[in-house]
Structures are given as structure tokens and as C-alpha cells.
């Protein structure tokens, strides 16, 4: 593994205590008292911490996936902000499709969501799928367009409908005979906390449409390993990862905490557990219900100390959460960032 050294501590020790004496000599004259003395010994130890950067794998892959549960979008790179992952207009699941109770429609129930391909045109949101002409949605949608409270997971969260003509596109697509509409989340809507559902999340972290979190990861080598215990292989896009990562052994993305990558820094906060949409075949669309699902229940549950967190629900990849924005690409090292 390859290392980079001394990364903090850039003020020296004689510097920082002065500093330290000042500061305290400051608090007392201002009759602050321990409060202050305390935040100042912080400060003190944080100038001094050291920070150690091992290289732990390399990005392999990046996906995003506009509308949630439809197919897809492999990048070369891409920025990450606060609620995840984005390229140009394009947000990770920031678009959602909604049953007439305005509850969240997954590829868990309608399958052949996974074959809708997405891209952007002009100020367009571009949907295309099997048989079907292409559906052109305005990036930004009227204001007259209603803002609904929709359902995620339990929790509510808002959605600005996409009009008429989405919907009668996305009904008459699944051959269904609900009505199903196309929400779009806008940035002065109030985003989901996904600690609301899970406490190893942390208070700053925010997700949209998302199942859990803005940001999961898998490695080439995990499903590498687990495909050997298969009798039929699956694909990376059976899991729907938005990083993947190579150059590690299998499952080393379950160990690590805190991540340096490209200009963004992110933290594990949980793995990933998995339901009966990795069944779903993503180059067809169809949904075998039983494998990898029951293969994954054989093999992957998590250690008995956590079966209070994750029951028997077995776990495949791992949550982050964003500590730092910045910009990834294909080939950046992935640092695990060691502190001394």
C-alpha cells in the first residue's frame, strides 16, 4: 500500500504552545473560564494531529442513476456535493416515480424501470426505453406544476410533478393499470436524513430519493468473489453502486472509515443491505426473485455483535457518507486516511 506521510501538523510545536499560552491567558482575562480553556486544548490537539494517507484501492467505475431505480449512467467522472453525486444537470436519483397515493415506485415491484435509459438534452431530462418514442422533460419544470409531499421509505419528502405528458409515458410503458406520475426534487426543498432510519448515520448526512445513502460503494473484487459461489454470474449493476473500486480483496470496502478521494473525502457509515431488487436481471428486466438474494442471505450476514442492526437482512457494499465535496474520476487512488 502506498503511503503519503505528515500530511497535519503544519504548525510546529513551539508555535502552537505559544498560541496555546496566549489563548489561555485570554480566556482567563475574559473570566471564560473551563469552556474556553477546553475549546482552546482542542484546538491545540487538532493542530497537532497527524494524518497518514494509505492507498487502498483505485476507482474502477462511477455510475449515477437520475431517476431512481431506471438505468445507469456510467461516468468518467463526477462531482460530489452534499446530497451525492452529480454530472452537469444530472443528479443521483433526483427524479422518482410515484404510484397515485404519491408513494415511491422501485424497480422492487416494476422491473423493467431498470431498462429506461436517461440522459439530458437542451434542458431536457431524456427518458428512452424498449418500443417507446422518447420522453423530453424540462430540466427546470414550471412553477405552476404542483409540488406534491411524497413517500420514500417511510418518510416524507417533497417532489414537483412532471406534468401529464411523464406520466402517461411512464404508465403506458408499464403496462400497468395504475397511474403512475414523475416527481423532480428541487434544491429549496427539504432533503431526507437518513439517520431518521438508521442511527450509525450522522446528523449531517443527507440523502434525496436515495434508498439510504448519497453514496455507495463496491468493489470489482467483492462480486468477483461472491459471483464464485454462484451457479449463475451476476453483474456489478445487479447491486446499483455509485463507486466502485479495484485493486483490493474482496470486501476490504466494509473496513475502511474515512476516505481520501480525487478533492472529496467521504466516511463509512453502515453496510449495505439487500433486498429482492438485486434479483431484477438489468440487461432484461426480469425479476427471479430467489438468486443472488438467497445466496446472499446464506453468506453475507453481518457479525452476531451487529444483529441488532441488521437483523438477518444480509449486507453486500458499503454506505458513506460525505465529509468533504470535491470532484472523483476513474483512476484516482483511493486513500484510507490514518490518524496519529
Not at 482542542?42 to 438505468?71: G, N, T, W
Not at 415491484?109 to 428512452?128: A, K, M, R, W
Not at 472509515?257 to 436481471?281: A, Y
Amino acid at each position: 500500500m502506498d503511503r503519503l506521510s505528515g500530511l497535519g501538523g503544519a504548525m510546529s510545536t513551539r508555535r502552537t504552545a505559544l498560541t496555546l499560552a496566549a489563548g489561555l491567558g485570554a480566556v482567563a482575562g475574559l473570566g471564560l473560564g473551563f469552556l474556553g480553556a477546553r475549546r482552546l486544548w482542542e484546538m491545540f490537539r487538532a493542530s497537532r494531529e497527524q494524518h497518514e494517507l494509505v492507498k487502498v484501492a483505485e476507482i474502477a467505475r462511477i455510475f449515477i442513476y437520475p431517476v431512481k431505480s431506471c438505468k445507469g449512467i456510467s461516468l468518467a467522472e463526477v462531482e460530489i456535493y452534499e446530497l451525492g453525486l452529480k454530472k452537469g444537470p444530472l443528479k443521483d436519483r433526483q427524479w422518482l416515480i410515484v404510484d397515485e397515493k404519491w408513494h415511491m415506485i422501485t424497480g422492487r415491484v416494476e422491473p423493467t424501470l431498470v431498462l429506461v435509459t436517461v440522459s439530458d438534452e437542451n434542458g431536457y431530462l431524456c427518458l428512452n426505453a424498449p418500443d417507446m418514442e422518447e420522453l423530453k422533460v424540462p430540466l427546470k419544470l414550471p412553477k405552476s406544476n404542483p409540488v406534491k409531499m411524497c413517500r420514500v421509505w417511510g418518510r416524507d419528502i417533497e417532489g414537483r410533478d412532471c406534468g401529464d405528458e411523464a406520466a402517461n409515458w411512464i404508465s403506458t410503458y408499464l403496462k400497468h393499470s395504475k397511474a403512475f406520475r414523475m416527481v423532480s426534487y428541487e434544491p429549496s426543498m427539504k432533503p431526507r436524513y437518513p439517520k431518521d432510519k438508521e442511527p450509525l448515520f450522522r446528523d449531517k448526512d443527507k440523502t434525496v430519493y436515495n434508498d439510504l445513502s448519497s453514496c455507495m460503494m463496491l468493489s470489482e473484487a467483492t462480486v468477483e468473489d461472491f459471483n464464485t459461489k454462484l451457479e449463475k454470474k451476476v453483474k456489478m449493476e445487479n447491486f446499483r453502486p455509485v463507486l466502485v473500486v479495484k485493486d483490493c480483496k474482496p470486501y476490504a470496502e466494509d473496513t475502511w472509515k474515512d476516505l481520501q478521494i480525487g478533492t472529496s473525502k467521504l466516511c463509512r457509515t453502515m453496510s449495505c443491505t439487500r433486498c429482492i431488487f438485486t434479483t431484477v436481471n438489468p440487461d432484461t428486466g426480469v425479476i427471479d426473485r430467489k438468486e443472488p438474494l438467497d445466496t446472499l442471505k446464506r453468506l453475507r450476514q453481518c457479525d452476531p455483535a451487529e444483529k441488532h442492526i441488521y437483523k438477518s437482512v444480509p449486507i453486500f457494499g458499503s454506505h458513506y457518507g460525505i465529509d468533504k465535496p470535491g470532484v472523483i474520476r476513474i483512476g484516482d487512488p483511493v486513500y484510507m486516511v490514518v490518524k496519529h
